[in-house]
């Protein structure tokens, strides 16, 4: 009988919630009514079916480690570990293969991020600081995906700003990771002297630049009011600030806490009101 729990688990589908950031591009450039609905739903699945298969690979690789860094309710046949890469790259290939027979010029973009996983997996997660870049490069990937796929150019303060943000929770994942005493982690305890003011200087220079974007005149052109956007700055303040003193408590993973923190539902959507009622497009 299929474990529908179990699957879950091993695939991490509830991590699915990440590929919400290849929509990103459409609404910093307020190009949401202007997007074809059916090829945004293509693109989606698309780019969750790959991160699916990302973190089988992952699951299987690590699976030793995770069986005594964390309960998980997943049993995988180590003696067949060959068999399933094998399964998982052919898979991979028929995704591919099926991308550029379409023409969907994401394809290539694709090709990049399973690559960069396998290499993740292997080698990169064990240098220090170096996974650390490599995480937050995945997250990028996303909005880039995003962008190809919306056919949407990114502005520099939108990266930097994204780049910042998903630093502090890839950092923030590293602390608990060493609060919690994983094994195949190349930290320990004194790297928390790096981690914690790294972690602060990405939320404090996330807020630098989206205080820059406010004063930027390009904003005046999307908005009602430019200066409305302070409020939004504030609500971030606290989205970060509620975001860094909940997993300092909890110790939780950072899909965990956007599913189970209230509060930060109430922020979300005020954040999204305002941004929205204040622009020129929606």
């Not at 820059?212 to 908005?223: A, D, T």
């Given at each position: 009988?299929?474990?529908?729990?179990?699957?879950?688990s091993f695939f991490k589908i509830h991590h699915s919630i990440k590929n919400i950031s290849i929509f990103l591009p459409i609404f910093a450039s307020h190009q949401i009514l202007n997007i074809n609905y059916t090829q945004l739903i293509f693109f989606f699945f698309n780019i969750t079916f790959l991160s699916l298969l990302v973190y089988c690979i992952?699951?299987?690789y690590d699976y030793e480690y995770d069986l005594k860094n964390k309960n998980i309710i997943y049993k995988i046949d180590t003696?067949?570990?060959?068999?399933?890469y094998t399964l998982s790259v052919l898979i991979f290939f028929v995704q591919i293969s099926l991308l550029i027979y379409i023409e969907q010029k994401i394809w290539l973009i694709c090709l990049f991020y399973f690559i960069l996983s396998i290499l993740y997996n292997v080698y990169l997660k064990k240098i220090k600081y170096i996974d650390i870049v490599v995480v937050c490069i995945f997250h990028i990937v996303r909005i880039f995906y995003g962008s190809i796929a919306f056919n949407i150019d990114l502005t520099n303060y939108f990266l930097v700003f994204f780049i910042c943000l998903f630093l502090m929770i890839v950092v923030n994942k590293?602390?608990?990771?060493?609060?919690?005493?994983?094994?195949?982690?190349?930290y320990n305890l004194r790297d928390l002297k790096v981690l914690y003011p790294l972690q602060l200087a990405c939320a404090i220079i996330s807020v630098i630049i989206f205080t820059m974007y406010i004063i930027n005149p390009v904003s005046s052109v999307l908005f009602q009011n430019s200066y409305m956007l302070i409020i939004n700055l504030i609500i971030f303040c606290f989205i970060l600030a509620n975001f860094i003193i909940y997993q300092r408590k909890y110790k939780i993973d950072v899909v965990i806490f956007f599913y189970k923190n209230k509060f930060n539902y109430l922020l979300c959507f005020l954040f999204l009101t305002v941004y929205f009622n204040n622009s020129l497009f929606f």
């Amino acid at each position: 009988m299929i474990n529908i729990k179990k699957i879950f688990s091993f695939f991490k589908i509830h991590h699915s919630i990440k590929n919400i950031s290849i929509f990103l591009p459409i609404f910093a450039s307020h190009q949401i009514l202007n997007i074809n609905y059916t090829q945004l739903i293509f693109f989606f699945f698309n780019i969750t079916f790959l991160s699916l298969l990302v973190y089988c690979i992952n699951n299987i690789y690590d699976y030793e480690y995770d069986l005594k860094n964390k309960n998980i309710i997943y049993k995988i046949d180590t003696t067949k570990k060959n068999l399933y890469y094998t399964l998982s790259v052919l898979i991979f290939f028929v995704q591919i293969s099926l991308l550029i027979y379409i023409e969907q010029k994401i394809w290539l973009i694709c090709l990049f991020y399973f690559i960069l996983s396998i290499l993740y997996n292997v080698y990169l997660k064990k240098i220090k600081y170096i996974d650390i870049v490599v995480v937050c490069i995945f997250h990028i990937v996303r909005i880039f995906y995003g962008s190809i796929a919306f056919n949407i150019d990114l502005t520099n303060y939108f990266l930097v700003f994204f780049i910042c943000l998903f630093l502090m929770i890839v950092v923030n994942k590293r602390i608990l990771e060493i609060e919690l005493k994983y094994l195949n982690r190349p930290y320990n305890l004194r790297d928390l002297k790096v981690l914690y003011p790294l972690q602060l200087a990405c939320a404090i220079i996330s807020v630098i630049i989206f205080t820059m974007y406010i004063i930027n005149p390009v904003s005046s052109v999307l908005f009602q009011n430019s200066y409305m956007l302070i409020i939004n700055l504030i609500i971030f303040c606290f989205i970060l600030a509620n975001f860094i003193i909940y997993q300092r408590k909890y110790k939780i993973d950072v899909v965990i806490f956007f599913y189970k923190n209230k509060f930060n539902y109430l922020l979300c959507f005020l954040f999204l009101t305002v941004y929205f009622n204040n622009s020129l497009f929606f």
